[in-house]
């Protein structure tokens, strides 16, 4: 005969099965860090291409007219913002997802990047996103002059406007959830 566990006892074979189960589902959490170094790869990409864009607009100022200086410049914006973007995403991913990021040797660290929840994370992203949303149909309505096209300018700012509508929707989702999401003092 068998011995069974007395009753309100677990079976020990069975805790052993679910720790180790357990164990792997904690440990394919860093199934995500090659995401996150994808990411990185990425941002060196954007780099190059904000290099060559820079290049582009330094050899052309000379005879750019100011409507082509500030679209340049918009343009090198947009490209900045989408690299913030990314690094949001890197540094607050690995954070919330992966593993803690210790700061301690690096007295230069921002403060936010180890410091931002998964609900601060989607703030920062949108708030990201509408701002980059903002530059196209800025660059757009800069260019009106030398290509206008209602529907083009119609779909960018409906976009645009579908963007604030979530941020402003997420942000007062969290605040009436009582959530303070890597805000100041936190």
Same mark, same amino acid.
């Given at each position: 005969?068998?011995?069974? *566990?007395?009753?309100?006892? *677990?079976?020990?074979?069975?805790?052993?099965?679910?720790?180790?189960?357990?164990?792997?589902?904690?440990?394919s959490?860093?199934?995500?860090?090659?995401?996150?170094?994808?990411?990185?790869?990425?941002?060196?990409?954007?780099?190059?291409? @904000?290099?060559?864009?820079?290049?582009? @607009?330094?050899?052309?100022?000379?005879?750019?007219?100011?409507?082509? &200086?500030?679209?340049?410049?918009? #343009?090198?914006?947009?490209v900045?913002?989408?690299?913030?973007?990314?690094?949001?995403?890197?540094? #607050?991913?690995?954070?919330?997802?992966?593993?803690? &990021?210790?700061?301690?040797?690096? *007295?230069?660290?921002?403060?936010?990047?180890?410091?931002?929840?998964?609900?601060?994370?989607?703030?920062?992203l949108? #708030?990201? &996103?509408?701002?980059?949303?903002?530059?196209?149909?800025?660059?757009?309505?800069?260019?009106?002059?030398?290509?206008?096209?209602?529907?083009?300018?119609?779909?960018?700012?409906?976009?645009h406007?579908?963007?604030?509508?979530s941020?402003?929707?997420?942000?007062?989702?969290?605040?009436?959830?009582?959530?303070?999401?890597?805000?100041?003092?936190?």
């Amino acid at each position: 005969m068998t011995e069974q *566990p007395a009753p309100g006892r *677990p079976d020990p074979n069975l805790k052993r099965v679910e720790r180790g189960f357990e164990g792997l589902i904690f440990n394919s959490r860093w199934l995500m860090a090659p995401f996150y170094f994808g990411l990185v790869v990425s941002l060196a990409v954007l780099l190059y291409k @904000f290099v060559v864009l820079l290049a582009e @607009f330094v050899l052309h100022v000379p005879h750019a007219k100011e409507a082509d &200086i500030i679209l340049g410049v918009l #343009s090198l914006i947009d490209v900045c913002l989408t690299g913030n973007l990314i690094l949001i995403v890197v540094f #607050s991913g690995y954070e919330n997802f992966v593993s803690r &990021i210790d700061p301690a040797g690096h *007295p230069d660290w921002p403060e936010w990047m180890t410091k931002v929840d998964f609900g601060g994370l989607k703030q920062k992203l949108l #708030s990201s &996103i509408v701002a980059i949303s903002a530059i196209q149909v800025l660059k757009a309505f800069m260019n009106i002059d030398v290509v206008f096209d209602a529907q083009k300018l119609g779909w960018l700012v409906g976009i645009h406007l579908v963007f604030v509508l979530s941020t402003l929707l997420l942000a007062l989702s969290d605040r009436w959830s009582g959530g303070d999401h890597g805000g100041p003092g936190r």
